[in-house]
């Protein structure tokens, strides 16, 4: 049974504080790394795909990838009270029709 | 627009009582998947579709079946609804790696 860990939160951070996001999985044989954001009572909408072992930057978002200790994280720079939301980890085997799979989430609250 | 379309939007119905769930998608997509969102359960898989007349179980289909009779469509279908059934349910498309999600389906059952 592959299974995507995560903290569920809620973790709380300032303004213009970086907000740290982990998830860890089981299935060693995972190659494509996903992070989705769902606020409250919306569908979950993919904000950073990570394939290979680094840091991946987009804009005030960065993905950071470690296979070997089978761990991904999500850095998300001068965080914004917009960014308030619950964050989803999900790791899929690979190819066009292989089965992804969630973590529950972490909810991030950004305080003014 | 590129857009996944999901009806009803909410629903209140009763034990046993048959209903369907529609979801449209205008992208083309080959691959549809069902997903029910509960509390502490996260989102897990009901059944996905990789093409039409090709439907598979995900992670937790008892109660549910699914038709693919064309691309554009892929609908979720409880022949007896139970009150375990009340979730939020949403399709998805996916092209390559990246999923789209449809709006949801608020189910409650009574």
């Known amino acids: 049974q592959k299974e995507v860990e995560q903290n569920s939160g809620p973790l709380s951070v300032p303004e213009g504080a970086i907000a740290s996001l982990n998830c860890t999985y089981s299935?060693?044989?995972?190659?494509?790394f996903f992070w989705y954001r769902q606020y409250s009572g919306k569908s979950p909408e993919l904000i950073m795909s990570?394939?290979?072992?680094g840091d991946k930057e987009d804009g005030r978002f960065t993905a950071q990838l470690n296979k070997a200790s089978q761990y991904v994280s999500l850095l998300i720079r001068d965080s914004q009270p917009s960014d308030s939301a619950t964050y989803l980890c999900?790791?899929?085997?690979?190819?066009?029709?292989?089965?992804?799979?969630f973590g529950k989430g972490t909810m991030l609250l950004v305080s003014p | 627009e590129a857009q996944v379309t999901q009806n009803p939007r909410y629903l209140i119905t009763v034990t046993g009582k048959k209903l369907t769930v529609t979801c449209s998608q205008n992208?083309?997509?080959?691959?549809m998947s069902w997903y029910r969102q509960d509390p502490g359960l996260g989102l897990r898989q009901i059944y996905y579709?990789?093409?039409?007349?090709?439907?598979d179980k995900g992670d937790v289909p008892e109660g549910y079946k699914v038709s693919r009779k064309e691309k554009r469509n892929f609908p979720l279908i409880l022949e007896s609804p139970s009150p375990n059934q009340t979730s939020l349910y949403f399709c998805?498309?996916?092209?390559?790696?990246?999923?789209?999600f449809g709006p949801g389906t608020r189910l409650l059952v009574l």
């Open positions: 999900a790791v899929t085997s690979g190819g066009g029709y292989s089965t992804l799979t």
């Open positions: 990570i394939y290979s072992n």
């Open positions: 579709s990789m093409n039409v007349e090709v439907t």
């Open positions: 992208m083309n997509h080959e691959y």
């Open positions: 998805a498309t996916k092209r390559g790696e990246t999923q789209y």
């Open positions: 299935d060693r044989v995972s190659q494509s």
